[in-house]
């Protein structure tokens, strides 16, 4: 695994906890579970919901560094080799 790929990772799973952790206070906040079946349904629902979030937030992030690591490689790190 490269350090780019791992730098990736790290972000993803740092982004993805924290998007999931939103996802599921902003559905503990708004959503009132009154019958019992609520009361899986909608956790479980959560958990689905967070998951997208997070893939989702993983691919841009993904994108980001990639962007950032060719304008390293093509603007600035050539300034430093001549």
């Given amino acids: 695994m490269s350090k780019l790929d791992l730098l990736k990772k790290a972000v ?10 939103i996802v599921n206070q902003i559905i503990a906040n708004n959503v009132v579970c009154e019958k019992p079946y609520q009361k899986v349904t ?6 689905a ?5 997070a ?6 992030t993904d994108s980001l560094i990639d962007d950032a690591a060719e304008l ?9 080799r001549k």
């Fill in 12 to 21: 993803s799973v740092a982004v993805g906890i924290g998007v999931s952790t």
């Fill in 42 to 47: 909608v956790p479980l629902a959560s958990i």
């Fill in 49 to 53: 919901i967070g998951g997208v979030v």
């Fill in 55 to 60: 893939d989702a937030s993983s691919d841009w």
């Fill in 72 to 80: 390293w490689n093509t603007e600035i790190a050539p300034r430093f």
